[in-house]
């Protein structure tokens, strides 16, 4: 696969995501098919929108041949991989915080009044639950499945591990540009968890990896964002930067194995993970 298409196949799964929930918006909006009290589970067309436009794109460009007993299979995975993704997944939490606090951290410099606004939680309502559902569910599968399994495999095999792994976290980053601040965020965790695949030529492990960051990111969330007032109070002093260097130290430990095992292969024209 050419860097070209993989792009291009990124922005059409975009193009077929919003053309899914446009149709749901004019469906819903200006028909008036439905009740007044569906508006509360509104976030449901979100879910089936990213289902619809993932397995079209799985049907017409990749047509994978599952086998659902051999990914079942959990005796094939080895737990001493466990504790590499726990430690990524808070080495994450805080290697990313200033990237996703540029804004905070603008406005901290250059104006004398600084109020840093919350993300509060509104209970366990319908929309948390289809938002849940789908940063736990459908996300981590579907997007590792494409990034990973899909895209990153066939850019290797033309390009080599190193492009492949550059442009597949690149067009993973892509699809999470709601806000330019989550842009590096998620590119560095693309970077890993094309990693990791790689290692352990495991779709699962990645597939895992993406459950726990999701997981901690909504736990937080639900604690009403105690652990993000925290942080933003220390008013990006010392202890601050501090915490962004020990998740950079986190990450690189539970990175360093699947790392050292890829650098060798860095440069090869194909590499090809079976899973």
């Not at 696969?1 to 919003?18: D, R, V, Y």
């Not at 736990?136 to 895209?151: D, G, M, N, V, Y």
């Not at 993973?172 to 352990?200: C, R, V």
Request: with cysteine; glycine share 4%.
């Amino acid at each position: 696969m050419t860097i070209l298409k993989a792009i291009l196949l990124t922005l059409l799964l975009i193009f077929l995501f919003s053309l899914t929930q446009l149709s749901f918006v004019l469906l819903i909006y200006k028909t008036e098919l439905l009740p007044e009290y569906f508006e509360e589970h509104i976030l449901i067309t979100t879910s089936i929108s990213f289902i619809v436009a993932y397995l079209a794109m799985f049907k017409y460009f990749w047509k994978p041949k599952l086998n659902i007993n051999k990914a079942l299979d959990i005796k094939s995975y080895n737990p001493k991989f466990l504790p590499s993704l726990i430690l990524i997944v808070f080495g994450l939490q805080f290697l990313d915080r200033p990237f996703w606090d540029l804004g905070k951290i603008w406005n901290y410099f250059n104006y004398s009044e600084f109020e840093p606004e919350f993300s509060t939680f509104k209970g366990f309502s319908p929309a948390f639950f289809y938002q849940s559902f789908s940063m736990l569910i459908i996300a981590p599968i579907l997007e590792e499945l494409f990034f990973r399994k899909f895209l990153l495999k066939k850019l290797m095999i033309k390009n080599g591990q190193k492009v492949g792994i550059i442009i597949s976290s690149f067009c993973f980053a892509i699809i999470h540009i709601e806000t330019p601040y989550n842009l590096i965020p998620t590119f560095i965790f693309g970077i890993i968890s094309s990693l990791i695949f790689i290692k352990t030529k495991k779709i699962g492990y990645s597939i895992f990896l993406h459950f726990l960051v999701n997981l901690l990111v909504q736990t937080l969330y639900v604690f009403d964002s105690t652990f993000d007032r925290w942080l933003l109070d220390l008013n990006f002093n010392y202890i601050y930067w501090i915490m962004f260097i020990v998740g950079i130290g986190l990450t690189f430990i539970g990175t360093k194995n699947y790392w050292q095992h890829c650098i060798k292969k860095i440069g090869q024209v194909s590499a090809k993970p079976n899973v």
